[in-house]
């Protein structure tokens, strides 16, 4: 059973920058596409990037795009989320998950999912 821990979340101020990471345990993520999402406060999780089994591949959403850099280390079996230009709107509860499909951000398709960490920005 593929499972993950997240970590590399806290408080930043706007314009800062932190690197997420996601280790797993369990099994090999070498077939699996492993995304990104994050759920603020009253608000519906969403997918923000992945990255294909291979790491050749990655999907960012609009709202990410340029400031986001997702890459993987399938040995270490671990994925990396670097967030740099951060915004007050980045303001979530931060997860990875996995989906042996393709890579793009549909949350409903990814079967295993870590229990997520904070990422605060603000003054």
């Known amino acids: 059973q593929l499972q993950f821990v997240e970590s590399g979340g806290g408080l930043v101020q706007p314009g800062g920058s932190l690197r997420l990471s996601c280790a797993a345990s369990g099994s090999t993520l070498d077939y699996y596409v492993i995304g990104w999402f994050r759920q603020a406060p009253g608000k519906e999780r969403e997918g923000i990037s992945c990255?294909?089994?291979?790491?050749?591949?990655?999907n960012y959403a609009e709202a990410v795009k340029g400031r986001f850099t997702i890459s993987r280390d399938n040995a270490k079996k671990t994925v990396h989320l670097q967030m740099n230009s951060l915004k007050p709107e980045d303001t979530a509860v931060y997860y990875c998950?996995?989906?042996?499909?393709?890579?793009?951000?549909?949350?409903?398709?990814?079967?295993?999912w870590g229990q997520g960490t904070q990422v605060t920005v603000s003054t």
């Open positions: 998950a996995a989906d042996r499909g393709a890579t793009i951000l549909d949350r409903l398709k990814y079967d295993y």
């Open positions: 990255i294909s089994s291979s790491g050749g591949s990655t």
